[in-house]
């Protein structure tokens, strides 16, 4: 098979498919089956859809990879049983009949993270939701990720009154109709010819199109609607959820734009060029669904934002709600580097689980069986699951990590596309991330100038030498650091006027 080979820039992904979506986005506009489906709101997370066409382009034979559709609709019947059940048995224990008029409601996610020592404790607005309270009435709604293990263990932890799982105001009325609902109006088929590089990938966004329906990536936003039109019942005054721009979101927008609820989206974590949920283009600034206000960790994301999205509304600098690290006078207290040789490093993978095996891999041919230990973080969300390899006599998973003690075990941090390398440089630990090939681009170091932060695989062999020879230096300016997170995170101090100004 001859390949045509195409040199792809950040451009032709922020800007190019960008728009390619945009306008397969307006041929169903003012639809919620649009509003609701990952694909059309460009979260490659789910859809790796990029992926799939920038492959398709490059080839000679222009043939793509479709699932059995036999296949597809018996997985698809399982899937809709099982999440009725689920949800069946979540509304029915977990029921909520009503939540203070007026309040202020806070949609958040029930994650691994959200339960410490038997309490439950929302892990992306953490304090902020104390201070609301001591002057609004709060609501804390808490939407599962899954419905097994996180559920028991919240039903079984500490938690106050104001604090519900909100598929609990669903009746099984409610949750019927939600099903008919999706059943006749979530599909969606494109009519119009879209082209890429020159190339007609219409079929290829269809077939994502259909994966959004048949694999229910697009049932979660029609979950949200319902609750979005319980809550509504009760004319909360401001609506306040975790900005990402992504299809769910609509839901809550859609429901209350033409109420007097204020809605305020908080981008509560850092990300990468790779999610372009986050970069609306020109066309979206006029089609998309926004919230009133859009607040974020720190300036650099604010500037981010701005520069690279389209947005109709303010996007103002807030806090790090999660970034909870001491500091002095507003700044961010960094940590003297350890200069002893430990003989040890810590790769910290993000929730791309698909990455695992190959980014293990690299680790293994690099690093196996030698002086060097090598621990391996994986993302919460991985919890359960288990890689498919044996991995070798000094490589080890370690769970929980004391930030503190970083500097005294570990000579460098290996990442992508996560933050944990950026809170590594606090600690005084050197970052490095890891470029395996990845098509996506994943930079979570950006502007960081202060030594070469990419590392590939022939890359990782040399710092592997350094480590050996004890000649791998482990210095930091501190002062760098010290400014460089002080514009990525803006300690919270509590002050709460964004909230309402």
């Known amino acids: 098979m001859n390949n045509r080979k195409i040199n792809l820039s950040l451009n032709d992904f922020i800007y190019d498919y960008n728009e390619l979506l945009s306008k397969a986005f307006i041929e169903n506009k003012n639809t919620f089956k649009a509003l609701a489906s990952p694909t059309l709101n460009k979260e490659e997370t789910i859809t790796f859809l990029y992926r799939r066409i920038t492959n398709y382009i490059q080839t000679s034979n ?5 699932e059995n559709s036999l296949l597809i609709g018996l997985k698809f019947i399982i899937r809709l049983s099982y999440m009725f059940y689920n949800l069946i048995i ?20 029930l994650i691994p993270r959200s339960i410490i020592n038997g ?34 263990q919240y039903s079984k932890s500490i938690k106050p009154n104001n604090y519900i799982i909100p598929i609990g105001l669903l009746s099984i009325f409610d949750i019927l109709k939600l099903f008919i609902t999706y059943l006749k109006t979530a599909k969606i088929r494109l009519n119009q010819t879209y082209t890429f590089k020159g190339i007609d990938v219409s079929e290829l966004i269809n077939d994502s199109l259909k994966l959004d329906y048949y694999k229910l990536r697009s049932f979660q936003a029609y979950i949200e609607l319902s609750i979005a039109k319980k809550i509504k019942l009760f004319n909360p005054k401001l609506f306040l959820y975790m900005f990402e721009n992504q299809a769910w979101e609509n839901s809550y927008l859609s429901v ?5 609820t204020k809605t305020i989206g908080y981008q509560s974590s850092g990300f990468s060029y790779r999610f372009l949920n986050f970069f609306p283009s020109e066309l979206d600034e006029k089609y998309f669904l926004y919230p009133d206000k859009i607040l974020t960790v720190g300036d650099m994301y604010t500037n981010l934002l701005k ?39 810590l790769y910290a993978f993000p929730s791309h689980f698909y990455q695992y095996k190959k ?10 069986n030698t002086e060097i230990d090598v621990h391996l973080k994986f993302h919460p969300l991985f919890s ?5 390899f044996r991995l070798p006599p000094n490589f080890s998973v370690v769970d929980r990590i004391q930030m503190k003690s970083l500097k005294d075990k570990y000579d460098i941090i290996l990442f992508n596309d996560n933050s944990f390398g950026i809170e590594s440089l606090l600690m005084g630990v050197k970052s490095f991330e890891y470029e395996f090939g990845e098509i996506y681009p994943e930079n979570r170091l950006l502007d960081f100038d202060l030594y070469n932060h990419h590392l590939n695989k022939e890359g990782l062999i040399k710092v592997r030498d350094n480590i050996l020879n004890n000649s791998i230096s482990k210095e930091l ?15 919270y101090n509590g002050n709460i006027n964004h909230i309402f100004n």
């Open 307 to 345: 520069n690279y999205g389209h947005f109709p509304i303010p996007v103002q600098t807030f806090a790090a709600l999660r970034f909870n690290y001491p500091m002095i006078n507003g700044e961010y207290i960094i940590e003297k580097p350890v200069l002893d040789i430990h003989n040890r490093l």
């Open 359 to 368: 980014v293990v891999k690299d680790l293994i041919d690099i690093f196996g």
């Open 477 to 491: 300016n501190l002062e760098y650091i010290q400014q460089y997170i002080g514009n990525m995170y803006r300690g």
């Open 90 to 109: 979540t509304s029915i224990r977990f029921r909520t009949k009503s939540i203070p008029n007026d309040c202020v409601y806070i949609r958040t996610w």
């Open 119 to 152: 309490k439950v404790r929302d892990d992306y607005f953490r304090n902020l939701i104390y201070d609301l309270s001591a002057k609004h009435n709060v609501f804390v709604g808490f939407q599962p990720l899954e419905y097994g293990k996180i559920l028991n």
């Open 256 to 260: 209350f734009k033409d109420l007097k």
């Open 384 to 388: 359960g699951k288990k890689l498919k």
């Open 62 to 66: 222009k043939k793509f990879d479709k």
